[in-house]
Every structure is written in structure tokens, then in C-alpha cells.
């Protein structure tokens, strides 16, 4: 059984939010959006969470939870769940056209086959997480995996661990499974396809090679089959190239929305050069955690950026400068940015210096305009540096020649004592900063 879309109906602070479920979702967004929320809702339809009261957006209101899935037997269905006040949860199958509501066990028996584990922030979620697992692989109990996790299981049975050693035993269990997957290929990966996994805040406890590492392996497991849902608040979560599994949570006039883009963002060339270039820079993934993101081409624009807007008072830590690595990628990142609406400014160099030849203006003036043409103006906007960053700073034309160091001297310049931000530029950075 495959999830496709999960939506969710008068829900604690959600009215109605509608979300496609790929084999991995990632759910970010600020603190106290609905992104716990939607956790919360996956695991009362699988009997994991009690529905109370407190759960009832609107009391008057029903709750209803429903999942869209695919069953090799019976194709695409919908699974609901429906629950209003002093009356018992009712389940129904929706198929054809036509709803016709179901005993519980039946549809445990016949319509969720996927079984799974649940890890929260919880002192016992690890534990109880690792034992759902092991439930799962029960025919499979002579195999060096489960003897491993009752391994496991006895230590932290038996122990009063800290939440950060049992995180780090259950990253040493998900290692051990794909690590085993070529000796017990058919036998795992066949149990590993009804398997799904919800994960909050996989970040918790892990420094950042295990963090990188940890999203790695999540990636693998979800290639192989198994549906894993997580809530983070970190960019090492975050893969641009994963970007059909991101789910930005907001909170816009109260009401909880979801944006998420599982169309085509990147073609051809794009999508190599998009990737190389992320792979160069991985904090990229941040920008989705961002306020309003501001792209830049380079380091040089990025450190002096920040360093002069701190200077006049205007810096804003919930703001991003991504550096692009060039101008000619910047319309990859706005496309994104467009896809999941997050506010941004792009920044760069109009290059019309006078030293350059008529080919070299052509050129420069080509990316320009299709910078310009692919913002979308009602979350975006650009500023351009006539001709760069450097000669603004220095309110001077600067030669060919000047290029060589520019990162040195133009940094050295803004640290100077007695540099004064000349009144065009800090126009321009107010504008970035607005």
C-alpha cells in the first residue's frame, strides 16, 4: 500500500489542508504552523493517537482524515476516517464513487497492509519504534538484523538512556539495514515495502556529519520502498534535489496552508548544473526556512552584503543570502523559490563595464533579462549593481586589471575605519533588506 495524498479536515489549528504524499515527505516550517499537527492526524488514523476533545478545530464540526493509496489488488482508494463529538471514530472505503463504511478490523485486514513506526521526541519513542519494527520482520527472527535490534531493544529496555543515545542506537540500526541489504535483498526489501515511517525532528541529537548522514540514509530507504514522513527544522534535511518531497507548512491570516511543488521545476542542462551546484554548497537547503531570501552570485557579494547592512542596522537573521555560485544559476533558485512561494530578491551584477567587448555585453545583458523576466513580482524582486558590487563601494569605473583580487580588496575597503557606505548603495541595501 502506497500513500498519494493525505487530507485533513477540522483538525486542531487546521481547517483543511490537502497534501501530495511522495515515497519521502519532508514537512518544514516555522514553530507552532500545523506541522506537528499533520503528525498528529496520520497517527490517530493508524490508532497511534486517542482523538480528545482539545483535537476538534470547530467542536460542532466533524473531523475527518482522509488517506488516497494504491493497493497492487484494488488500485487507487480512499481510506477515511470519520470522528464527531461523543460519537465513535467510523471508517470508510471510498472507491468508484461510492463510500461505504467498514468495521475496523476488516479494514486493518484487508486495506492497511503498511505498518510502521512512530519516533517523536518522547523519552520511550526510540524503543517503542525499534519494537514496531521488529513486529514487522517477526518471520524473520534468525537473521543478524532482528538478532541486532533485540540487541538493541534489550539495551534500552534495560537502561535509562538519554535521548541522544537512543538516537544515535537507531541510526546505527538503519545503517545496519541498508548495509545488509544485499545479503537479504528478497527478505527485506519485501517486508520494507509495507513499511512507513514517521520521524519528528530526525535532526534531535545529531551533530552535522550524522545529520547529513542520517538524511542520506532516509533517502535510501525510500528508494527501496519505505514511505517515510518526517518534520525537521534543519537545512541538512532539506536536498534541493529532493524537492518534490518538501511540504512548506505557513500560517497566513491564521489559516494553515501547504505549498508544495511536485511538477517539473528544472529541465535539461538545468537540472546537471542545479545539482552540481547545490552538491558544491549544501546549505542551500536553508532558503526554505527563510523569511525572505536574498541570491547573490558570489562569496564576495554575500560577506560584504552582510557585513554593510550589520553596519547601517538593518541585518535580519531570519533573512538568507544564498550564494548562487553565478548569475547564470540564479534563475534555477527563483524558479524554486516561485514554486514554493518563499519571498526573495535576487542581487547581481549588470557586468556593462567599458572594458568589455561587444560579445561579453551581449552576453552579460542576456542573463540580465532572464533574471528580470522569471521573478515573479508579487513575491520577488532584484537589484542590479551598475556594474558590480566593487565599483559601487569604491564610486569608481575600475579596469580589467582590477579583477584579480577583487574579493580581498573589496572586503579590505568595507573594514576600513573611516569607509563610508556611499548613499546609492545603501539605498540598494535597505531595498534588500526591506
Known sequence: MDMKKIMITNWQNIDYVNIEIEKLLILIGESNRGKTSILKALSAFFGEYEIKKDDFKDIKKAIEIRIKCYKNNRGF???????????????????????????????????????????TSKDNSVYEGLLRVRDIFLDNLD?????????????????????????????????????????????????????????????????????????????????????????????????????????????????????????KL??????????????????????????????????TDKIALSYLAKKIGIYNYNYSIIECGSKSIIPQFIKVLNGYKIPYIAVYDKDNHEWRSDTELDS????????????????????????????????????????????YYTLQKISEKDFVIPKKLENKIRRIYK
Open 77 to 119: 482508494l480512499t481510506l477515511k476516517l470519520l470522528k464527531k463529538e461523543n460519537e465513535e471514530i467510523k471508517y470508510f472505503v471510498v472507491q468508484h464513487g461510492k463510500e461505504v463504511e467498514i468495521d475496523l478490523e476488516i479494514l486493518k485486514k484487508e486495506y492497511i497492509t503498511i505498518r510502521g513506526a512512530i519516533i
Open 143 to 263: 537473521n543478524q538484523i532482528i538478532k541486532d535490534l533485540n540487541s538493541k531493544l534489550s539495551y534500552l529496555k534495560n537502561n535509562k538512556l538519554s535521548q541522544s543515545l537512543q538516537r544515535k542506537i537507531l541510526f546505527s540500526f538503519l545503517k545496519n539495514i541498508l548495509y545488509s541489504l544485499d545479503e537479504y535483498e528478497i527478505k527485506i526489501k519485501s517486508k520494507l515495502s509495507d513499511l512507513f515511517l514517521i520521524f519528528e525532528e530526525p535532526e534531535l541529537h545529531l551533530n552535522p556529519q550524522e545529520s547529513r548522514e542520517m538524511y542520506s540514509l532516509l533517502i535510501k530507504l525510500s528508494k527501496i520502498g519505505v514511505q517515510i514522513i518526517l518534520e525537521t527544522h534543519s537545512s541538512y534535511f532539506v536536498g534541493l534535489k529532493q524537492y518534490r518531497s518538501i511540504c512548506l507548512v505557513k500560517k497566513i491570516r491564521g489559516e494553515i496552508k501547504v505549498f508544495q511543488y511536485t511538477g
Open 266 to 299: 528544472l529541465n535539461g542542462d538545468e537540472i546537471k548544473n542545479f545539482n552540481m551546484n547545490y552538491w558544491i554548497n549544501p546549505d542551500r537547503g536553508e532558503m526554505f526556512f527563510a523569511k525572505k531570501v536574498i541570491l547573490v552570485e558570489g562569496q
Open 364 to 407: 552579460s545583458n542576456l542573463k540580465n533579462k532572464k533574471i528580470r523576466g522569471i521573478i515573479n513580482r508579487f513575491i520577488g524582486d532584484y537589484i542590479e549593481f551598475e556594474n558590480d558590487i566593487e565599483e559601487e563601494i569604491c564610486e569608481e569605473k575600475r579596469e580589467r586589471k582590477n579583477y584579480k583580487n577583487k574579493p
